[in-house]
Structures are given as structure tokens and as C-alpha cells.
């Protein structure tokens, strides 16, 4: 299965890069004031214009309605960060748009008519930027964006107003987490507009330790200046979880040890995982080789199950409709195979 | 390093069989009241029975004297049940003989100059009290044994007077541990003269479900009788035993086995493991492998570390004096070689 964590070459702190371009068609009210019809023609309409032959290189693409795809396969979509739950949630107005390799998903009729998103393993936030814009011209030279001249680029929500950009780069931060410093982290990210959350799990909890650093504010900076206060901030966390798993190896070093070996015994004898608990003790292997104490397992193996295990995506790889605790056997599995 | 376990066919319920005979010499205080002087007397004086050559086969004896001994060499032997605690609290006036194999302790100056012992691999109480009674004889042939007529052997403590017979089978039993039934068999055992007791850790808990169910009287009973009474009772442990182990693999037949299996992982990968967690995980890798559950462990080498894991046997593993955190670095280390 295609994931952006098979792409990651090695295991870094920094796993992926994403640019989030919202953009409105001049003239046309915000989708939840659509009908099914009025939004099909929409979605017909962005379509269109990466659908032709001239696109310099870029491409192909392809159409994802959600009309035809399972619940599992909606959410496992969900998961691989490919679209939004929002997304789906209206589901028979919306629809996204796919590159061959996925790391481009054009969102169509979310909260915003396009939400343009590329993604990119590492920290390639300019990389993923050009990208984008790229992909917008392209658009762009077919479609009428919603625009104002002293505003910029006009949105459903206010606070992407102007570039109509989300930057964000996703981060396994497991040392931070067990020092509880994401907690200080965050309060000092919303004072420069910015924000830290955890991926999986709930509001701020993370359970594989990996959190999204993400501006907030779009309104009144240029592109160019979003993307370096967020570099900034980004290598600034990256040094503390560099400086607090120094501080873990130093003060506990061998119960860290043995904290992460027992994670991969578990993970490799378990003969049913949840979720929550897979995740964790993935999280954990791939701090261990991060820091070279875990030696023999591969980063790529590890960065691929943080996204088999999770539910829809697990749902996907059985024939039939599981039970939690069928997930959970099929998990642990899973997890038993690849390691 | 030799133990009782070592010898065990497979992996059975039933661990070993023992049998104690206590003896004391006529007209001799029992060992409390002696000096050093008069309890080296008793101790040439026993050894000097067995250290002939005409023992019909029996043999070779050596004499272990516990002054040459480190407290780590005392205590493994305790670990090992070869001896009992209280001999060696009076080490100088103490000591015990073994034979080759290590299966035969006749404990001098305990609380009885003499207490024989002899313990066999599985269930082999018979067979075990006639060596013993081999073993009796030959001494008895050489010394005046405190004998009365109508009470029997004469012994320091009253519980033992009679036959002096104390017998006792070691079971492992962890279904009936994780069902809480021992607390029930007890007060049943309790009321039929007979006992049983965790054989590591304090009072009635036990650590890894290993018990030893032994008679407690011995005034007024044949040897005899309380040989088939005990094999009566241990069968019916067994039985109950075999019949918990049903129950709980039907009724939780997964979290089971994911619970067994566990345990193999943690014992694979840990990198520091306590007594009591290593001695909780070898029990439930032997229960898995008793119920067929698990098959890639030999059930040998789970017997040996049950023995080769405890405080002082691990330490004489070792060539430096090792502290807390060095004796659990020792046993995960002993622990994943072996497995």
C-alpha cells in the first residue's frame, strides 16, 4: 500500500512536509451552500482543468468520488492523510483529486471549493510550496479564484484568508512527550500563530507521539514569510526533542533500553494489539533506532505499520467486516509479519 | 549447573517429589543446645556412616561445611532446595551431604541432627521415600537413633515425631493461581493434616504459581499412609488444575494465548527483568507450553531458568558482586541467551 511513510527515507524526527492552498471560484457560494448538482458541476470543473495533456510534466491525475468506496475505505483515505473527516462527511457533494504516487490530493467542495494539498517526506516545506503553486497556476489559468485585492485569496473561513496557506510538518516528538513539554510547547506556538497537535488520538494526546506544527494565521503575511517563521519554529522543536532524548539516554538509560526492546518483543508476540497500544510501542521502536539503540528493524517497516494498524486502513486488508477484536488479532498479525 | 529441574521430563504439573526423614542421635541434645565442638562430633559422625564404600551402590557422598561458602553459594543452594534457610542461619555448627547429582541433602544439626532428604523428578513419592529409606538404614546401621517405642523417632519439634516423614510434591499450578483457588484448597488441605505453600515469595503468595503440598503430621500415621494420602490429594490438584486450565482457555481462549505469548516476547527483548516478573513470565511461557499453546520453547530450558533467574543462584553467575539493578541486567541477559 502506498503510504507517505514509505516514502521517508530513513527514520528523522521531521517525517513530512505539507502545503494546504485553499482557493473559492469567483462567484459561487461557499459549498454548504450547494446543492448536489451545482457542487458536481464543480468538481467537474476543477477536474477539467488538470484533466488535459499540457500540464508540464505533472500528473496524471484522478478522480476519487466517495459514493462508490466503503466506509473503510473512506476513513483508511482518512488516515493516510490523504482528505479530511469534514470531507467525507459530505460525502455526496465532494470528491479529491489523486496523483499516481498520492502525495497530491486536491480536495473538492470540503469546506473551501479547492483545497489543494501536496505533501513531501522531510522537511521540504519550500519544495512542497513550488510544488503548489505550480499545480495552482495550472488551475488557476482555467478557473476564476475568488480574490480581493487588499484581502487576497477569499475563503469560507476567515482565518485562511489572504494566501489561503496552511503549512504544516509533522513531527514524532517522543521525548517531548514523555518530559510533558509539548504542553509548554503549544502555549508558546499560539503566541506566534502557530499551532502543535497530536495526529491520532484525541485533541491534544498523542499516541504515537506525532504531532503537526502548523501555522494559523494567513492573513497579512506572504507565503515566503509563513514558511520561515515555520521552518524556524520547526528546527527550534527538533533541537529540544534532540536535547530531551539526550537527556532521557543520560538520566535513564537503561530502562529506556529496556523500555524499547520490550516493545518490539510485544510487538512481535502480541497476538492482539489495539490501536492505542500499537501505535505506542511503534512509536517507541522508532525512537530506538533513531537514537541507534534498536538495531535490527527496518525504519521503513516501522513507518509503514504506523499506518497499517489504524483502523479503516487495517479494515482494508481483510476480506471480511471485523469485529474490534478481529482488528485487534489481524493488528497484532500484521505486525508479527512485517517485523 | 545442575538442578532439580535439569532432570524433569518434559513439563509436567507435577515438578518433583520429596521426601524428608528427621532423625537425631540417642542421648544426644537436639542441635539448639550444643556447641561447636560437640555439633562437629555429629557432623563427622554422620558423614563418617556414608563416606565407606560398601553402600550397596549408593553414592559417592561429599561433606559441604558453609564457612568456605559465599552467602551467594549459601543461598543458591536454598534456591535450589537443597537445603533450608535454618541450616545455614547456624552455619558453623551446620552442614549438609550430597551426592553426585545432588538429589539426595541429609541436612546435619537443623533442628534435627538429621534430616534426610531426597527428591526426584516428577511423581515419584514411592520411589523416592524407598531410597531414602535405603539411605536410613545404612546410617542407622552405624548410629543409635532416638527411638521410642510407642511415639516413634523423636524429634525437636512434636509436629515431626513418629515417622518423621514429611512429604512433599511440587506443583506448578497457574490456572488455579489466576482463578484465586488455592486460598479454597488450602483450608481443604488444612483440615486433612495436610499444607500448601507458594515456594517463592512470602507466605501464600507464589511467583510463579510453583506450590508444595506436604503433610503436616506425622504422629500416628504409617509411612505408608501418608504416602497414599498425599498422592490422593495430588492427583486431586492435578485434576482440578487441568480442568482450570479448560475453563480458562474457553473462556479466554485469545487473551490467552496473546498473554502467553507476551511473555515470551518480554523474556526475548527485556533488558532488565526482576525476580518476580521473570519468575511470572517463565510460569506462564511453561503453562503455554503444557497446553500446547506455545511450541518454539523447550520446556527444559524453561525449567532451568526458573532455578538459574533466582538472587543468589544469579550472582554466582557472576564474577563481580553485582547490585539490584546489575542482578536484573544479569537475569534479562541470562534469560534472552537462553531462549
Known sequence: MTNLYSNMNGSDIIITSRIRLARNIKDIPFPHELDENKSNEIIDKVYGTLSGDNLQGIGPFHLV?????????????????????????????????????????????????????????????????????????????????????????????PTNVGTGLRASVMLHLPALSISKSVGGIRNTLNQVGMTIRGIYGEGSSSECS??????????????????????????????????????????QGKELEDDLYRSIGILKYARMLSSHEALNLLSNVRMGIDMGIIKDVKPEVVNELIVKVQPATLQLQSDKE????????????IVREAL
Open 65 to 157: 468520488r466517495f459514493n462508490n468506496l466503503s466506509s473503510a475505505e473512506r476513513f483508511s483515505m482518512v488516515e493516510r492523510h490523504l482528505i479530511s473527516k469534514e470531507l467525507i462527511s459530505n460525502a455526496s457533494k465532494s470528491a479529491t483529486i489523486l496523483n499516481e504516487n498520492e502525495n497530491v490530493s486536491i480536495m473538492i467542495n470540503e469546506e473551501d471549493h479547492i483545497r489543494l494539498q501536496v505533501m513531501m517526506p522531510g522537511f521540504k516545506l519550500k519544495e512542497a510550496l513550488n510544488y503548489a503553486n505550480e499545480l495552482d497556476d495550472i488551475i488557476e489559468g482555467k478557473i476564476d479564484y475568488a480574490f480581493d485585492n487588499k484581502l487576497g485569496y477569499l475563503t469560507s473561513c
Open 322 to 333: 471485523l469485529s474490534g477484536a478481529g482488528r485487534d488479532e489481524l493488528r497484532a498479525a
Open 210 to 251: 506525532i504531532y503537526q506544527v502548523s501555522n494559523q494565521v494567513t492573513l497579512g503575511l506572504s507565503e515566503g514569510e509563513i514558511i520561515n517563521s515555520l521552518i524556524a519554529v520547526v528546527s527550534k522543536i527538533v533541537d529540544q526533542e534532540k536535547a530531551a532524548r539526550q537527556v532521557l539516554n543520560e538520566k
